[in-house]
């Protein structure tokens, strides 16, 4: 594994399915990147408006909640933006009309990374999980090419995402060293106080026990692993 030259900053996009996905995928990198100078924004393509056990709860409201706890982590978490796309929770799909939306502001934030969900891992039940990792990757595929939605191309280049660093992955090739950032990942998780309610602590041991076997045979405390892809 390699560390990025903390001497360029870089531009981050994350794309998660729902509020929270960040901070469970991959919060202590965003925090040490964000640390080291790299302009971090987030992209949470629901509001997970179905994260309610509570019937008399409408999913407006929820969502309104979870988009507020949201915000807050990303701020803890050093990050510049977060912009919600609102499809409806559980029930997001990755077809072409996503497929444009994500390319044009691929396009629009011109990230050097792009950091998703990996599609990829064997037995993702979650259907959101797995439409939000191929749509990203769809839209990094298709944001360099001339040809795809040359609509959105009136005044903007076609842009080339370097790296996608995929999260949640099982078959991570990339440890990022994140022994100095675990307490600040847990403290934007529990921004997420509508999703923690009593399991606080009990989320927090999980990831920190992950978070420590990824790092063992590097000899790190705590690491986040990845799948890197490059793009080129
Ligand atoms: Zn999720």
């Not at 998660?16 to 901070?23: K, L, Q, R, T, Y």
């Amino acid at each position: 594994m390699t560390e990025h030259d903390a001497a360029e900053p870089r531009r981050v996009l994350v794309i998660g399915a729902h509020p929270d996905d960040p901070e469970f995928g991959c919060g202590a990198t965003v925090a040490k990147w964000a640390d080291q100078g790299d302009e971090i924004h987030f992209l949470i393509l629901t509001s997970g408006d179905q994260g309610n056990r509570d019937p008399s709860v409408p999913p407006g409201q929820i969502a309104h909640v979870r988009e507020t706890e949201q915000r807050t982590a990303a701020e803890v978490l050093g990050v510049r933006s977060v912009r919600f796309l609102r499809y409806p929770d559980g029930m997001l799909e990755n077809n072409l009309e996503l497929r444009r939306r994500l390319c044009g502001l691929i396009r629009y934030y011109r990230p050097d990374v792009v950091l998703a969900i990996d599609p990829w891992r064997a037995y993702q039940l979650h259907p959101d999980h797995r439409a939000a990792g191929f749509g990203a990757l769809d839209a990094v595929r298709g944001s360099h090419s001339w040809n795809m939605f040359p609509e959105q191309l009136n005044g903007v280049e076609p842009w080339r995402v370097k790296e996608v660093y995929l999260f949640w992955s099982g078959a991570p090739d990339y440890w990022e060293d994140v022994s100095d950032y675990m307490e600040r990942r847990m403290e934007a998780l529990r921004c997420h106080a509508s999703q923690m309610r009593d399991r606080a602590e009990a989320f927090a041991e999980r990831l920190r026990r992950a978070a420590a076997e990824s790092g063992e045979a590097l000899g790190f405390e705590y690491a986040e692993g990845f799948k890197r892809l490059g793009t080129g």
